[in-house]
């Protein structure tokens, strides 16, 4: 299956690591946000990537075309020539395209279109986050049911907590968000191609698509407890990098 993955936010909330990259180009570990996740979906076979272009389209572009195998893989070097013990990349198939500096996800969904024709199920994501999910199963399950859409529903991954309190404001509980009913997006979309039926030009998509398909109950949201973290902020990016320093990443499921 093809992998559509949303790439041009301006990624504000990173800005405090760095306004010169766009937030899928930040690095963990010695390669980028959008390199992990790559590297998870062609595990599980889907290695047909189409990359909606915005803010930093360029250094993406440039990251690829000058892609360093070396930086992540074996190698013997001898008189000066690199040979490579294992390639990333060299079955993976990568379409760029350009799909506006401010448009919304819906507008770049649609702009990559004619790229997805002939196909009945497309992956998604909005390329911020990373997963330990079994994406075979998550798939099966999907076309099991039958329906046009489906995202992970996840918890919070924060360390708030959640006020409870009576029209006196006396408090009358505080509650965990991670341990509360409260779920979120955490996106890894799989979609039948009849969503467009359901967008209209300029709508973002979790908005008006989404409650089209919720009127009809198309739409899945599935919960998931296991690994799931999104990196909107440098704080989350320490974390992530953390996680790879300790040794393997639960979302490094390509690893032996």
């Not at 800005?15 to 963990?28: T, V």
């Not at 959640?162 to 509650?175: C, Q, S, Y």
């Amino acid at each position: 299956m093809k992998v559509v993955l949303f790439c041009g936010g301006l990624g504000m909330r990173l800005r405090e690591y760095s306004d010169r990259i766009p937030k899928p180009l930040a690095e963990i570990g010695s390669r980028p946000l959008l390199w992990h996740l790559m590297k998870y979906y062609a595990h599980h076979g889907h290695k047909e990537f189409i990359l909606c272009l915005g803010y930093g389209a360029s250094a993406i572009k440039s990251y690829f075309v000058d892609y360093k195998e070396y930086v992540s893989n074996d190698f013997v070097m001898s008189g000066g020539r690199v040979d490579l013990l294992q390639k990333d990349l060299e079955d993976w198939r990568i379409t760029f395209v350009d799909t506006g500096l401010h448009a919304n996800i819906g507008t770049r969904l649609l702009a990559v279109k004619q790229h997805l024709e002939g196909d009945e199920i497309f992956l998604a994501n909005y390329a911020d986050g990373l997963s330990d999910l079994n994406l075979t199963q998550h798939v099966e399950t999907f076309m099991a049911r039958g329906k046009i859409a489906s995202f992970l529903s996840v918890a919070v991954p924060q360390t708030y907590h959640i006020v409870h309190a009576d029209n006196e404001g006396f408090a009358t509980n505080l509650e965990y968000v991670q341990t509360s009913p409260i779920r979120i997006n955490g996106g890894f979309f799989v979609f039948r191609k009849q969503l467009f039926d359901y967008m209209k030009r300029g709508e973002e998509l979790v908005l008006e698509p989404f409650q089209r398909l919720i009127a009809e109950k198309q739409l899945l949201a599935s919960p998931y407890s296991g690994f799931w973290r999104s990196m909107d902020t440098f704080k989350d990016k320490i974390e992530l990098d953390d996680l790879i320093a300790k040794g393997r990443a639960p979302w490094q499921v390509w690893l032996p």
